[in-house]
C-alpha cells in the first residue's frame, strides 16, 4: 500500500506517478454480510433493508482505497428508510391505480416523465453528498431543464431516427452526469467523443447479431435431436438452457460496451488541479467477468452473487489508476444540503436507471 | 500509541498522526505537536466492519482513522461488533441458507397472494367496474375488431347468454356479453372484471352447433368474474412488486432477471389456480342446471384439436392455462361435492 505520498503531496515529483485503485474487500466476509442482510431484511419484511443497504455500500466503499486512503459512505439507515418507505408508498399507489384504472395509470405514466429528471437529479445528488474521500464529499449541481433534455427529450427523439441518435444521446447523458459532479469545491470535467460511443455501439450490435445467430443454429441443432420427444422434456430442456444463456450473452455485450465507455470517460476525465484517471479496463476481459458472473449466479440460485460482485468490483478496481495533482491537499468541502434519499430510492423503485458506469 | 492518518475538519489535507489513549481522553499528535484532542463521550466511532479500522470522528469533523486494519477501540460499543459476529458465525450462516429460501418461498408464495386476496375483498365495486372498463377499453383500440358474425348467429349466443345468466340468477345488467372478431385471440373467450364476458367469432363458429359446450365455456368465464379474478390478479401483482421492490433495494440486473422470473413463476401458478377454480365452477354450475361436465370436456375438445395447428410453439409451456388433456379429463370424471 503506498500510504505516504499524500502527507508530503506538495512535492512537485508526485504527480507522475498515479495511485493504483485498491479494492480489499473479498467474497467470503461479504458473503456473511451479504446473507445476515437477506435473512434479515426478510424476518423484518423489508425494513432492515434500509441497514443492509448502508452496511453493504460501507463495505464495499470503505475497502476501496485510493493512495492509501479508503472512502466512506456517509447515509444513515433512517435516510435510507425515510426516503424507501416514501418511495414504496408512491410506487404502490401508483401500481393500483395503474391496474385498476389503465387509462389513468397511462396518463401518470406521462405525469411520471415529467418527474424523472427531477428523480434523476436528486438522487445523483444524494448519492455524491453521501460519498466522502479525505474529509471531502462529492457533489452534484445539475439543471432540471438539462437533465430533461437529456433524459427524456433527446430519447424520445432518439426513436424517430431509429435509435441512430442513441449513441449520442448517451454521450450527452454521460457527458451531463460527469462534468456537474464535484470534488469538493473542483468541478469535474469530462471531453467525450461521439465517435467513441457510435464505435462501441456498432461493435456490440454486430457481436450481438453474430451471438444471436450462433445461438439460433445450436438451438435449431439440438431441436433437430429431439424430433419427437416426450413434448414437456425437450420444453424444459429448452427452458432451462436459455435463461442462462441469454443472461450469458446479455451480460458479455454488456461488458464489452461498458468496458470501452468507462475507460473513454476515465481517460478523458479530471479534476482540474487534483487529478487525472486511467482506465485500461480489456473489454474481452471484464465480457468475460460479467458473463462468468451472471452464470455462476444463476447456476448456484443466487448463492454466487457476494463471490460475482466482489469479482467484478476488483477487477474494475485493478483496472483504475489515478494521478494524484498537488492541489489535492487544498481541497475545500462545501456546503449542498441534500438530507433525503426519497429520489433516489424513488428511482430505483421506478426503474429510472442512474448508473455512473 | 496507535498510527493512523489524521484528517482536517472540511480539508483535504492529511497527516500522519499518533493517537494516544488516557483513559477517557485520547489526544492526536502529527509532528510531535498536538492537533486534536477530546474525551471519548464526545467522539463517534464508525460501525464495525470487517476488514475495516472502526475510526474516530471528532465534533468538529476532524477524523483520526488507524493504519491498522482490524483496529478497534477499548471504548467502543459492544453493540457494533454483534452485526460482525453474526456475520462471520458459520452456524448462523448456515442457518441463514436454509432459512433464506424457506422464508423467501413464504412471503412470495403464501403472504404475497394472502394479502392479496385480502386486499381484493376491501376494493369497492366501483373501482372493480372502472377497471372493468378501462382494461376494456384497452383491449378494444389494440386487438379486436367489429364481430362478422350475422345478426343472427350473434343473437344465439345473446341468447344462449341472457338464458344461462337468469338460470344462474346473476343480474342481467351486471353481466353482459359481446362478440369480437380478433386475430390475437383466435378461439377463445374472456371474462373481464366488471362482468363482461367477449366471446370472438372464431369461437362462436366453432361451436355453433354445440351449444351446451359454448355454455360451459360461458360458465367458465362467469366464474372468473365471480370469483374476483382478474382484481386478484391485479392486486397479487402489486403486493408482489411491492415486496420486490423492498427486497431489492439495489441489486443488479443478474438478481433482477432472477427475481423476475421468481414472480414470472408465481404470477403463473396463480393464474393456473385460477383456472381450476373457474372450470370448478363451471362444473358446478353444470350439475345444478342439469348439464353434465360432459359438455365443458366437448368444448375443450373443439379447442384442442384446433390449437394442434399453431400452438406447437415450445412458448405454450409458460401458457396460463394447465394442459388441455388434463381439464377434459377432470371434466369427464368430475362429481359435485354435496
Ligand atoms: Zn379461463
Given amino acids: ?357 | 500509541m496507535i498510527r493512523g492518518y489524521f484528517y482536517q475538519p472540511n480539508s483535504s489535507r492529511v497527516q500522519e498522526a499518533i493517537a494516544r489513549l488516557n483513559d477517557s481522553h485520547i489526544a492526536v499528535y502529527a509532528d510531535d505537536e498536538c492537533v486534536c484532542e477530546s474525551s471519548v463521550e464526545t467522539l463517534q466511532v464508525s460501525a464495525h466492519l470487517p476488514g475495516q479500522a472502526s475510526e474516530l470522528t471528532f465534533t468538529d469533523g476532524a477524523r483520526f482513522v488507524p493504519l491498522d486494519v482490524a483496529h478497534r477501540w477499548s471504548f467502543q460499543s459492544g453493540k457494533s461488533s454483534l452485526l460482525a459476529k453474526l456475520e462471520s458465525n458459520l452456524v448462523l450462516i448456515v442457518c441463514a441458507l436454509v432459512a433464506t429460501p424457506v422464508l423467501l418461498y413464504a412471503l412470495l408464495f403464501k403472504l404475497v397472494p394472502g394479502i392479496a386476496v385480502t386486499a381484493v375483498q376491501t376494493v369497492p365495486d366501483a373501482v372493480v367496474e372502472q377497471m372493468g372498463q378501462q382494461s376494456m377499453a384497452l383491449i378494444e383500440r389494440t386487438v379486436l375488431l367489429p364481430s362478422d358474425l350475422s345478426e343472427k348467429e350473434q343473437a344465439a349466443v345473446e341468447q344462449l347468454w341472457l338464458d344461462t345468466v337468469s338460470q344462474l340468477d346473476l343480474s342481467a345488467q351486471k353481466y353482459r356479453v359481446d362478440v369480437y372478431r380478433s386475430e390475437h385471440f383466435g378461439a377463445n373467450a374472456f371474462a373481464l372484471p366488471h362482468g363482461q364476458v367477449v366471446v370472438t367469432d372464431e369461437l362462436a363458429r366453432l361451436l355453433a352447433d354445440n351449444p351446451d359446450a359454448l355454455r360451459a365455456i360461458l360458465l367458465h368465464e362467469i366464474g372468473h368474474v365471480e370469483r374476483m379474478h382478474s382484481v386478484r390478479l391485479a392486486s397479487q401483482a402489486a403486493v408482489a412488486s411491492i415486496a420486490i421492490a423492498m427486497l431489492v433495494g439495489d441489486m443488479d440486473i443478474v438478481a433482477e432477471v432472477v427475481l423476475g422470473s421468481g414472480s414470472a413463476l408465481l404470477d403463473l401458478q396463480f393464474s393456473q389456480n385460477m383456472e381450476w377454480e373457474a372450470d370448478n365452477y363451471a362444473l358446478a354450475q353444470l350439475h345444478r342446471l342439469g348439464y353434465s361436465g360432459e359438455h365443458f370436456a366437448q368444448a375443450l375438445e373443439s379447442l384442442a384439436e384446433l390449437g394442434e395447428e399453431h400452438e406447437q410453439s415450445w412458448l405454450k409451456y409458460l401458457s396460463t392455462h394447465p394442459s388441455l388433456q388434463e381439464r377434459i379429463e377432470h371434466a369427464r370424471s368430475y362429481t359435485p361435492s354435496p
Fill in chain 1, 1 to 357: 500500500m503506498d500510504s505516504t505520498s499524500t502527507t508530503t503531496a506538495a512535492e512537485p515529483g508526485s504527480q507522475s506517478t498515479p495511485s493504483q485503485l485498491l479494492f480489499t474487500g473479498n467474497g467470503k466476509e461479504y458473503f456473511g454480510i451479504w446473507i445476515v442482510n437477506l435473512l434479515l431484511t426478510l424476518v423484518t419484511l423489508g425494513i432492515y433493508s434500509a441497514w443492509a443497504t448502508v452496511r453493504t455500500k460501507q463495505y464495499f466503499y470503505g475497502h476501496t482505497l485510493l493512495d492509501g486512503h479508503r472512502f466512506d459512505y456517509l447515509a444513515t439507515p433512517i435516510q435510507i428508510l425515510k426516503g424507501r418507505l416514501l418511495a414504496v408508498g408512491l410506487f404502490v399507489i401508483y401500481s393500483m391505480i395503474s391496474s385498476y384504472f389503465p387509462l389513468v395509470g397511462a396518463m401518470m405514466a406521462f405525469a411520471l416523465a415529467l418527474l424523472v429528471p427531477w428523480m434523476i437529479n436528486q438522487g445523483l445528488k444524494f448519492s455524491m453528498r453521501m460519498t466522502r474521500y479525505r474529509n471531502i464529499r462529492f457533489a452534484f449541481r445539475g439543471s432540471y431543464g438539462e437533465a430533461m433534455v437529456n433524459f427524456v427529450v433527446l430519447p424520445f427523439v432518439s426513436i424517430f431516427t431509429l435509435y441512430l441518435l442513441m449513441p449520442w444521446v448517451l454521450k450527452r447523458i454521460d457527458a451531463y452526469i460527469h462534468s456537474n459532479i464535484r470534488y469538493g469545491d473542483k468541478p469535474v470535467q469530462v471531453q467525450l467523443q461521439g465517435k467513441e460511443y457510435y464505435a462501441a455501439a456498432l461493435l456490440v450490435m454486430l457481436l450481438g447479431i453474430l451471438m444471436m445467430m450462433l445461438l439460433g443454429l445450436a438451438f435449431s441443432l439440438v431441436g433437430g435431436i429431439n424430433i419427437n420427444p416426450d413434448e414437456l422434456g425437450a420444453v424444459n430442456f429448452g427452458m432451462f438452457l436459455i435463461v442462462p444463456l441469454y443472461l450469458f450473452v446479455i451480460s458479455a455485450l454488456q461488458g464489452i460496451y461498458q468496458a470501452l465507455i468507462r475507460n473513454h470517460i476515465l481517460n478523458n476525465a479530471q479534476i482540474d488541479e487534483v487529478a487525472e484517471f486511467k482506465s485500461t479496463l480489456a473489454p474481452q476481459r471484464y465480457a468475460l467477468i460479467l458473463a462468468t458472473n451472471a452464470a455462476a449466479i444463476v447456476l448456484t440460485a443466487g448463492l454466487a452473487f457476494p463471490w460475482a460482485k466482489v469479482r467484478k468490483v476488483r477487477a474494475l478496481a485493478e483496472a483504475t489508476q489515478v494521478v494524484l495533482l498537488p492541489g489535492a491537499d487544498q481541497v475545500l468541502d462545501t456546503a449542498q444540503q441534500a438530507e433525503s434519499s426519497f429520489a433516489e430510492e424513488a428511482a430505483n423503485v421506478f426503474d429510472v436507471d442512474i448508473s455512473l458506469t
